[in-house]
């Protein structure tokens, strides 16, 4: 499981820079963006590369568990201490 959150987060790293609007759009119900990203970018190229080499492709850097550690860090830490505040 753990290997999938690393390659999810680096995924929604790039997601959010191609689309930047996106957490918007998906809070309105909006999953259309998010659904043709996944599938021009992912879903129709999986079969195609290695894992490695797909997530490369993707993201234009190699696997990376540094946009986890900044998802993580945002979500329990920084939102925790802007609502402590």
Known sequence: ?????????????????????????????????YTAWMRDHVQSQACLYKPGDLIERVTGSALSAQPLKDHLTHRYITERKAAAA
Not at 11 to 24: E, R, V
Request: charged letters at 25%; a positive charge; zero cysteines.
């Open 1 to 33: 499981y753990a290997i999938g959150a690393v390659i999810g987060a680096q995924f929604t790293q790039k997601l959010k820079q191609d689309i930047p609007d996106l957490d918007a759009r998906v809070r309105k119900g909006d999953f259309f963006a």
